[in-house]
Antibody
């Protein structure tokens, strides 16, 4: 059974740091792009970052560039999100997901499936 | 920046057909997908590449995409289909989600 389990969320003060982890099982983790998506309380979904199979390519939404770093350890079947300089607006449930994205002819396509259960990050003093 | 627009809410009677739209500039030139999210749960993919259903998703879920609008259609809607639905597409190398539609089955 394919499974993604996030951990590492919690309460952190503005300006603080947190590292999220996502443990993957049931599929060949090293052959897939992986992504982080977040959802603020009562709000919609926002894509945060994704990473290529070997970690050589990483992309971020503008609002987290320079503050968040996505990484992976294929030997441990794990995905990470290092979050620094956290702000109140980063408060959200963070989901990891398998990223079926691909680019062709100058355009990109794709979907996310499956998703983990999410981990809540609360940034507050 | 690219935007996808969904109606905030849609209501449908049990057994009837529900249609949820997602609008964006030349969305038909891109691939759209749809996620279902029930309260307290993670999103679940129900349609990808405009029209394809993942294994395990009931046949009553279908999708289309043309012009500026992608549509998720649920035929013979059941009470268990009550949920939030989000569309998603890519613009260049950026992922874009719609704001979500709350489907009420009453």
């Amino acid at each position: 059974e394919v499974q993604l389990v996030e951990s590492g969320g919690g309460l952190v003060q503005p300006g603080g740091s947190l590292r999220l982890s996502c443990a993957a099982s049931g599929f060949t983790f090293s052959t897939y792009w992986m992504t982080w998506v977040r959802q603020a309380p009562g709000k919609g979904l926002e894509w945060v970052a994704n990473i290529k199979q070997d970690g050589s390519e990483k992309y971020y939404v503008d609002s987290v560039k320079g503050r968040f770093t996505i990484s992976r350890d294929n030997a441990k079947n794990s995905l990470y999100l290092q979050m620094n300089s956290l702000r109140a607006e980063d408060t959200a449930v963070y989901y990891c997901a398998t990223d079926w994205g691909y680019c062709s002819g100058g355009s990109c396509y794709g979907w996310f499936d499956p998703w983990g259960q999410g981990t809540l990050v609360t940034v507050s003093s | 920046s690219y935007e996808l627009t969904q109606p905030p809410s849609v209501s449908v009677s049990p057994g009837q057909t529900a249609s949820i739209t997602c609008s964006g500039d030349k969305l038909g030139d891109k691939y759209a997908c749809w996620y279902q999210q029930k309260p307290g749960q993670s999103p679940v993919l129900v349609i990808y590449q405009d029209t394809k259903r993942p294994s395990g998703i009931p046949e009553r879920f279908s999708g289309s995409n043309s012009g500026n609008t992608a549509t998720l259609t649920i035929s013979g809607t059941q009470a268990m289909d009550e949920a939030d639905y989000f569309c998603q597409a890519w613009d260049s190398s950026t992922v874009v989600f719609g704001g979500g539609t709350k489907l009420t089955v009453l």
